[in-house]
C-alpha cells in the first residue's frame, strides 16, 4: 500500500470499531514534520463503551492496552501496532473527558500529571491541543483554538514549577556534586519553561520532542555539555539566566 491508501485502510479499520466516533492523524505526520522512518500515530475518539478486544479483533500485529493500563488520566491506554510494515501507535481518547478538558481549558484551567518519556510531565489540556492540531480523518470533532484565559494561567504555572526545581537543585543536589541529578533537573526545567514560553504565545504543544527548539532554548545544551562537578552552581546560575531571556 501507498501512504494514502494505508492511511485510508487503518481509518476505516479504526472508524469501524463499536463505539469510535472519530479517528485521527497526529504526530509528525499530522503536522508534515515526520521523516521516511517515523511512525503513525492515530487516536480512536469513543463515547461509552469502547472494548479494546475489538481492536485486538482486527487482527493487526501488535500489544493493544487495557483502558487505563497508560495510567490513566490524559493517556488512558492505547496499542502498538505494525500494520503492513509500518509501526502503530493507536491512542484512546474517550470523548466526554476531552470535552472536559476543552471546557476546563476554556476557563484557564487544568491540571498537570506525570507521563512517561516526557520529562515535565504534561498538561491535562494536552488533548485540546490535539484537537487543535491533529488530522481529522473520520467523524467530526471540535478545532479550538487557544483560550486566551489559559494564556493567562498557564505560563505562571509552568515558570512556578521551573522555579522551584532550580531552588531545590540549588538546596539538594549542587551542595552534593551529584552532576547526574543536576543535568536532570536542569533539562526538567527547561521544558517547563519552554511550555511556559509556548503557552504565552498561545501556540499549542502535544510533546517534548521540538519543545526547546520551538521556546528558544537550546542554549541549554551549551550549558549541559559542559557541566563539571566543580561548576554545578553556576551552571544552575546559567540556566535561570538563560529561562530569564525567554
Known amino acids: 500500500m501507498n501512504d494514502d491508501t494505508f492511511l485510508a485502510h487503518v481509518a476505516d479499520g479504526l472508524a469501524a470499531l463499536p463505539a469510535v466516533h472519530a479517528v485521527t492523524l497526529g504526530g509528525s505526520r499530522a503536522q508534515d514534520t515526520h521523516g521516511p522512518g517515523s511512525d503513525w500515530d492515530f487516536a480512536v475518539y469513543y463515547r461509552g463503551g469502547f472494548d479494546p478486544a475489538d481492536l485486538r479483533a482486527a487482527g493487526w500485529d501488535g500489544e493493544v492496552s487495557e483502558i487505563g493500563a497508560w495510567g490513566g488520566g490524559v493517556f488512558n491506554g492505547g496499542a502498538w501496532l505494525t500494520i503492513d510494515g509500518r509501526q502503530v501507535d493507536v491512542h484512546y481518547r474517550d470523548l466526554d473527558a476531552v470535552e472536559h478538558h476543552l471546557a476546563e481549558a476554556r476557563q484557564g ?27 481529522v480523518l473520520r467523524g467530526d470533532l471540535p478545532r479550538p483554538g487557544y483560550p486566551e484565559a489559559l494564556r493567562e494561567t498557564a505560563p505562571a504555572m509552568w515558570r ?87
Open 109 to 135: 484551567r487544568f491540571h498537570w500529571e506525570p507521563l512517561m518519556f516526557h520529562l515535565a510531565g504534561v498538561p491535562s489540556y494536552l488533548p485540546v491541543a490535539e484537537l487543535a492540531v491533529n488530522r
Open 160 to 246: 512556578g514549577r521551573a522555579g522551584l526545581t532550580l531552588r531545590y537543585t540549588r538546596g539538594a543536589f549542587v551542595p552534593r556534586g551529584q552532576a547526574t541529578e543536576v543535568a536532570g533537573a536542569l533539562a526538567t526545567a527547561a521544558m517547563e519553561t519552554a511550555h511556559a514560553v509556548l503557552a504565552a504565545r498561545g501556540e499549542w504543544v502535544t510533546n517534548e520532542k521540538r519543545l526547546l527548539r520551538r521556546a528558544g532554548l537550546r542554549e541549554i545544551d551549551t550549558i549541559l555539555t559542559g557541566l563539571r562537578a566543580d561548576g554545578l552552581a553556576k551552571a544552575v546560575d546559567d540556566a535561570e539566566a538563560l529561562f530569564r531571556t525567554v
